[in-house]
C-alpha cells in the first residue's frame, strides 16, 4: 500500500475527533458516537482506496454508515483493494462523561488480512515491543507477569498491568495482585489501553482482560505496527453471538483456539491511526483554541516500515479545513 495513505488516514481520524469532541460531558453517548461516524464517513469518501468496512459500526440494517460491508474511498489511484476496521468513537462513555482516553480510530490491512471480529467479547493479552514473544495468553498469570518482567529487566513489582475495571476480571486483579505487580483499571476503551503498551512513557506494561473482539482486531494492527504482540481467544456469550462466528468464517476451532497477533492481523502491510478526542495517556484531547481554531493530536503508524507519527494539526472549524500539519 502507497505510504501516503498514513496522511490521508489520520485526517479520517481528525475529523471524527473533531466532530465529537463538542459533546464532552453532554451524557450523549449516541449523539457523540453519530457525530464521529458523521465525520469520519465524510472523510473516507475522498480517500483515494478501494476499501471495504470488515470492522465498523455493525450490521446494514442498526447501521447506515460504516456498516459492516460498506464499501468506502473512491478508488482512485490505488490497485490494492483493503479491507478497513473503524471506531470513530472508542469509549462513549468517556466522552459522555468528560473522561480521558477516547479516541477516533481507524486500522487497514490488504483485502483478507483483518480477523473478521463479530461483535463478542474477546479475551486479550497485549505486551510492547521488548515484550514480544514472552507471553502466553493460556499460561498462569504470575507466569506471564515475571517473563515480563524479565523482559524489562524489572522487578515484578515495577510491572504496570491495565486491566478494565469490571466484575469479570475480579480474579485477574486479584491473581496480579497476589503477584505483586501494580495495577492501572480504566473505565472504557480498551484499544488505548493496548497501545499504552507499546509506548514506554505511559508507564503500561502490560494489558489482560475481555473486551470487544472488534476492538481486539484495531488494537492488534496498532501493536503490529509498533512491534508488539497481541493474544485473543473469541468469547461468545450467547447461541447467537456463536452462530456469528460463523456466519463470518469462523469455525469451531477458530472460536476456541488462540488467536496471535498474525491471525488477528495477516499482514506487515497494515496502517494504523488515531485521534485523541478527551485528553489521554498517550494522546491529548481535542483542544479549542478560540478564534474558531481547534488542535488535534494523533499517532499514525506503518506496519511494513514500523514508522510511528505523531501529527498535531491546527484546523480552521470556519474554513473546515486542516491549516497546518506539523509532522
Ligand atoms: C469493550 C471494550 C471497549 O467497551 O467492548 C467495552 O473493548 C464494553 O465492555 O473498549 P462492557 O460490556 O464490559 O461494558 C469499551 O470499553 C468501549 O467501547
Ligand atoms: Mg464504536
Ligand atoms: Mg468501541
Excluded: W
Excluded at 461516524?37 to 465524510?42: E, L
Excluded at 459492516?68 to 471506531?87: F, L, N, P, R, S
Excluded at 470513530?88 to 486500522?107: F, M, R
Excluded at 481535542?286 to 514500523?306: I, P
Amino acid at each position: 500500500m502507497d505510504r501516503s495513505l498514513s496522511l490521508e488516514l489520520v485526517r479520517v481520524t481528525e475529523a471524527a475527533a473533531l466532530a465529537s469532541a463538542s459533546y464532552m460531558g453532554r451524557g450523549d453517548k449516541e449523539g457523540a458516537d453519530q457525530a464521529a461516524v458523521d465525520g469520519m464517513r465524510s472523510t473516507f469518501s475522498g480517500l483515494s482506496i478501494k476499501g471495504t468496512v470488515v470492522i465498523g459500526e455493525g450490521e446494514l440494517d442498526e447501521a447506515p454508515m460504516l456498516y459492516i460491508g460498506e464499501e468506502v474511498g473512491c478508488g482512485k489511484g490505488y490497485e490494492v483493494e483493503v479491507d478497513i476496521a473503524v471506531d470513530p468513537l472508542e469509549g462513549t462513555n468517556l466522552i459522555a462523561k468528560g473522561l480521558p482516553n477516547a479516541i477516533a480510530v481507524v486500522a487497514i490491512a490488504p483485502k483478507g488480512c483483518l480477523l473478521h471480529a463479530p461483535d463478542t467479547y474477546m479475551k486479550k493479552i497485549a505486551v510492547g515491543p521488548k515484550a514480544k514473544g514472552a507471553v502466553d495468553i493460556n499460561a498462569p498469570i504470575r507466569q506471564n507477569l515475571e517473563a515480563v518482567a524479565k523482559a524489562l529487566d524489572k522487578n515484578i513489582e515495577d510491572v504496570t498491568v491495565i486491566i478494565q475495571d469490571r466484575e469479570r476480571h475480579k480474579d485477574i486483579i486479584k491473581e496480579v495482585r497476589e503477584a505483586g505487580a501494580r495495577i492501572k483499571l480504566f473505565s472504557d476503551g480498551d484499544v488505548a489501553a493496548a497501545m499504552a503498551t507499546g509506548f514506554e512513557e505511559t508507564g503500561v506494561d502490560i494489558m489482560l482482560g475481555i473486551g470487544g473482539a472488534p476492538e481486539g482486531v484495531i488494537a492488534a494492527v496498532a501493536l503490529k505496527c509498533l512491534g508488539g504482540d497481541m493474544q485473543g481467544i473469541l468469547y461468545p456469550m450467547s447461541n447467537e453471538e456463536t452462530a456469528r462466528c460463523r456466519e463470518l468464517g469462523l469455525s469451531e476451532e477458530d472460536v476456541n483456539r488462540v488467536l496471535s497477533l498474525d491471525d488477528l492481523v495477516s499482514s506487515d502491510d497494515c496502517f494504523f491511526a488515531a485521534t485523541g478526542i478527551t485528553q489521554g495517556d498517550l494522546l491529548k484531547g481535542v483542544l479549542y483554541l478560540g478564534n474558531n481554531k481547534a488542535q488535534t493530536h494523533s499517532v499514525v503508524m506503518r506496519g511494513e516500515t514500523g514508522t510511528i507519527r505523531f501529527v498535531e494539526a491546527i484546523h480552521r472549524l470556519d474554513k473546515n479545513e486542516t491549516m497546518i500539519e506539523v509532522l
